[in-house]
């Protein structure tokens, strides 16, 4: 599939981008090879391929062991705070 200079002067506008006319014939092919890369995929028989619920179905996935490894610095990182109340920062209010 191809796009013409029109669809992509759309595309563009509805995206609120703006193209210079330099740009344009760069989108334009650009474009139109993503699309006809697309339509080639779409091509491919996929009738026989089982949709998968997970990619490591009967696999276990190796975690890292959950214990801590950083030390409880909140007494510090409030140190250099403006305001704390009840060990909560205190921040201007934005919106009235």
Known sequence: MSLTR????????LARLEITE????VY??????ILSFIEQLNSA??????PMAHPLQGEVQRLRP????ETD???KYQSNAPQVVAGLYLVPRVIE
Do not use: C, F
Not at 6 to 13: F, K, P, Q
Not at 22 to 25: C, G, S
Not at 28 to 33: D, G, H, I, M, T
């Open 66 to 69: 959950d214990v801590v490894t």
């Open 28 to 33: 334009v092919e650009s474009l139109s090879k």
């Open 73 to 75: 610095q909140r007494q």
């Open 6 to 13: 029109t669809d992509v002067e759309g595309i563009a506008r």
């Open 45 to 50: 028989d996929t009738a026989s391929v089982e």
């Open 22 to 25: 330099t740009e344009l014939p």
